[in-house]
């Protein structure tokens, strides 16, 4: 029977040709990274020591669409198109009338949505003579699709992994390692920034900021030889992602049904982008009036409790000022099971449609998080990564609401990734080991103090 379907599937020929590129749409044009030291907007020279020119070109373009190139999507067809899954058996524990769909990217080699970015940002890389890459990793997804792609495309990896990630996620490291990565506690010994952390606090969990510090700091006194690889925040990176909620609104089309909510957990913003972005597009186009939900840690709040400043990416400040919402660069999130999610600041694009009113955010506890996942994973039968265990909460939320008031609601969600790596998380859950944290006011205002003084260009727009 049709309304017994539960999996929508696309055929390989349908593997998106081309990125979709939310800045041709965007309202008002996303506020100019500026250098650290002039607070000049930045060219392309100034990003040239980080970055292949290609991907500089993705990231100031306005082109509504970038061709795919063809080896990459060759790689793409190990684990793509993704499933689309309608949780009935969720819809049913819950009593709802609200229809509920997840895209789930925990088909991939990787386990999670990284791999659509890391595989691009590899091919680009050797194709410019890169001989090497740099990145960190929070917990562990990105360092290990990136692990797979340098593989794939033939580079060497060094990782600068969350010191605290790094322990309770020992397995993702080894899977690092046995693609032929060299990874590293971050802070860690090997660079000057990890030294001088250290050195005030050789006791510290670390963050996503610090290990940013050391990874650009390797590839900039590298003469050039390696370029610096980043799994979320900038525009490129968030373009890549769209592949997921391209294919998604072709197989909500085959579903028959189009979504009243988009839910993603929110970090950095490369996963929220992947399914959303695609649905803003026809927002601001063609007339849909889908809400974009954003779920992020109360523990790290930076959308909901953050400031919309200039800031740096890093703890050091060593990368250049991007405009977004954040917590202070000197940011140290407590030791929550969300290591993807731990980040201080937010995407521009996120933080652009969140500032005008195009999306919404909430912050959910880590205690609401894992009641969700083992809600969800006993329905349906998969174990979700903490972080997109956010999204399941708010979606229980969205789906409980429409039980209430009798309305049914279609509600689509972000599966961006397995959790068979995070037990230790659940294990805790399961002891009653966990415990909410939400981040003190106090904290927040005194990083606040911290922020760089710059003059913002976009102030009298």
């Not at 940013?212 to 968030?238: F, Q, R």
């Not at 026809?282 to 200039?310: D, F, H, M, W």
Request: proline share 8%.
């Amino acid at each position: 029977m049709t309304d017994a379907i539960t999996r929508y599937d696309l055929p390989q020929t349908a593997i998106p040709r081309r990125w979709y590129n939310i800045q041709a749409d965007l309202p008002r044009p996303l506020p100019p990274v500026l250098h650290p030291g002039t607070h000049a907007p930045v060219g392309p020279d100034d990003l040239a020591p980080l970055f292949p020119m290609a991907l500089i070109g993705q990231e100031v373009s306005r082109e509504r669409y970038i061709d795919i190139p063809e080896e990459v999507r060759e790689i793409y067809k190990l684990w793509r198109p993704t499933p689309l899954i309608r949780a009935r058996r969720l819809e049913k524990a819950l009593g709802t009338p609200a229809h509920i769909y997840y895209k789930y990217e925990g088909v991939s080699p990787s386990g999670s949505h990284k791999l659509n970015t890391a595989v691009a940002q590899a091919f680009y890389n050797k194709a410019e003579g890169v001989q090497g890459l740099t990145t960190e990793t929070g917990a562990g997804q990105w360092g290990t699709a990136l692990s797979i792609a340098c593989n794939f495309i033939g580079l060497p990896l060094e990782v600068f992994m969350v010191r605290v990630s790094f322990q309770q996620k020992p397995y993702r490291r080894v899977i690092m390692q046995s693609f032929g990565s060299s990874v590293h506690p971050s802070p860690s010994e090997a660079t000057d920034a990890g030294k001088a952390i250290l050195a005030q606090d050789p006791d510290t969990t670390g963050s996503l900021g610090i290990a940013i510090s050391e990874a650009v700091e390797v590839a900039a006194k590298s003469g050039g030889s390696k370029k610096y690889a980043l799994g979320s925040v900038l525009n490129h990176v968030l373009m890549h992602q769209t592949v997921i909620g391209q294919e998604a609104l072709q197989q909500m089309e085959i579903a028959g049904e189009y979504p009243d909510v988009v839910i993603a957990c929110a970090g950095g913003g490369s996963n929220l982008a992947g399914i959303a972005l695609p649905f803003v597009h026809q927002n601001l186009t063609n007339g849909k009036k889908t809400r974009i939900l954003a779920a992020e840690p109360a523990a790290c709040p930076s959308l909901t409790r953050g400031v919309y400043a200039y800031d740096f990416g890093d703890a050091i400040g060593m990368t250049p000022l991007v405009k977004m919402y954040t917590l202070g660069r000197r940011f140290i999130p407590p030791p929550v099971h969300a290591g993807g999610l731990r980040y201080h600041g937010m995407a521009s694009v996120i933080c652009e449609l969140y500032d005008q009113g195009l999306m919404e955010a909430i912050a959910i506890g880590q205690v609401e998080t894992f009641q969700a996942a083992t809600q969800f994973l006993r329905a349906e039968g998969i174990v979700p990564a903490p972080e997109p265990s956010h999204a399941i909460a708010a979606v229980i939320r969205e789906a409980l609401a429409a039980k209430e008031s009798g309305e049914k609601k279609v509600i689509l969600f972000h599966l961006c990734g397995h959790g068979h790596f995070d037990m230790t998380a659940y294990e805790a859950y399961l002891a009653g080991k966990l415990n909410d944290y939400e981040y003190p006011q106090e904290l927040i205002e005194a990083a606040m103090a911290e922020l760089p003084k710059v003059e913002d260009p976009t102030a009298a727009s």
